[in-house]
């Protein structure tokens, strides 16, 4: 369960870190924190075999920020579970 909490904070920081870095992209002293890219397939790959269809696909932005955030998140999330002994 605690494991389960920390990649939880770990997906969370990765969000909110983007969300910031994205936020603060106009500011020039913080502008660095929006440096990143994009891992996956932008465009689904669909694979019909006339009696079952189905759809693959991920994408994954990453930025310095986001990274800055999950280790931040996950430092909190340790904290947190220990606090209510997970």
């Known amino acids: 369960m605690r494991r389960v909490m920390i990649i939880v904070f770990c997906v969370l920081g990765m969000i909110v870190g983007i969300a910031f870095g ?3 992209s106009g500011v020039r002293m913080l502008s660095w924190l929006s440096i ?3 891992i996956g ?5 669909t694979v019909d075999l006339s009696f079952l269809q189905f ?20 430092f909190i999330g340790k904290v947190i579970t220990g606090w209510i002994k997970l």
């Not at 397939?41 to 790959?45: A, N, V």
């Not at 759809?55 to 996950?74: D, E, H, N, R, Y």
């Open 22 to 24: 994205e936020a603060v």
């Open 36 to 38: 990143g890219g994009e």
């Open 41 to 45: 397939l932008k465009t689904p790959l």
């Open 55 to 74: 759809t693959i696909g991920i994408w994954c932005k990453v930025s310095i920020g986001g990274v800055i955030g999950m280790i931040l998140f996950a």
